[in-house]
């Protein structure tokens, strides 16, 4: 029993070593950015020596990696999920404007690591590619029959920034605040936009 008790204390000692290894690196991206942070300032920022840094990330690649799973778990993306039971497009994307206010708020420093240094290689690619197409795939299924239409997709992905949800809230609104504002503006724009190609398709509408 001992020993298992101490294999315990162990394994939590490593755990918690490998964590804040991983948040000596994101904090350091956030600052410096990828390419200016090297391994051995990460080593430091976490105070651990440089064997140890090499025993849990014998890479950057690894340590990048590790990096994303935490944010992941850290910042989920949303389900499809979210809009289960919403049966217009006004409900469905004041859904999504709604989850996304909430999701800005958690992803902040992800944003700002992002606004220090484009990270679009190696793992980085791979996970901002999987992160684009779930962004893609919530804003078409939102916009339903509209999806085609790439005026709508491209006023929703403009919508759906966190710099436009930033100047919305002008330094006093809160989250729900700026969600609530934007989709009373937004919405019935793409409601009338659908309308409209509804009418399209109808026999005779609009006809002389």
């Known amino acids: ?32 950015g990828v390419s200016a942070t090297t391994m051995r300032q990460v080593g430091e920022r976490a105070d651990v020596a440089p064997g140890t840094l090499r025993n849990h990330f014998p890479t950057r690649d690894q340590l990048d990696a590790a990096m994303i799973e935490h944010l992941k778990a850290e910042v989920p993306l949303p389900e499809l999920s979210i809009f289960d039971g ?19 708020d958690q992803a902040a420093r992800l944003y700002r690591m992002w606004l220090r240094e484009p990270m679009v290689t190696g793992v980085w690619a791979e996970a901002g590619a999987a992160y684009g197409a779930r962004w893609d795939q919530l804003m078409r299924a939102a916009l339903g029959p509209l999806a085609g239409d790439d005026d709508a997709m491209a006023v929703l992905r403009a919508t759906l920034e966190m710099s436009f949800f930033e100047s919305i809230r ?24 659908g309308a409209r190609g509804r009418s399209a398709n109808v026999p005779g509408a609009g006809g002389d």
Request: glycine residues 6%; aromatic residues 6%; positive net charge.
């Open 170 to 193: 002008a330094g006093s609104r809160s989250t729900d605040q700026v969600s609530a504002l934007i989709t009373a503006v937004i919405v019935p724009w793409f409601g009338s936009r």
């Open 86 to 104: 919403a049966a217009t497009i006004e409900e469905r994307l004041a859904r999504l404007i709604r989850v996304t206010g909430s999701f800005l």
């Open 1 to 32: 029993m001992p020993r298992t008790y101490r294999l315990g204390q162990r394994a939590i000692r490593v755990d918690a070593t490998r964590s804040r290894i991983v948040e000596a690196a994101i904090e350091l991206y956030i600052e410096r």
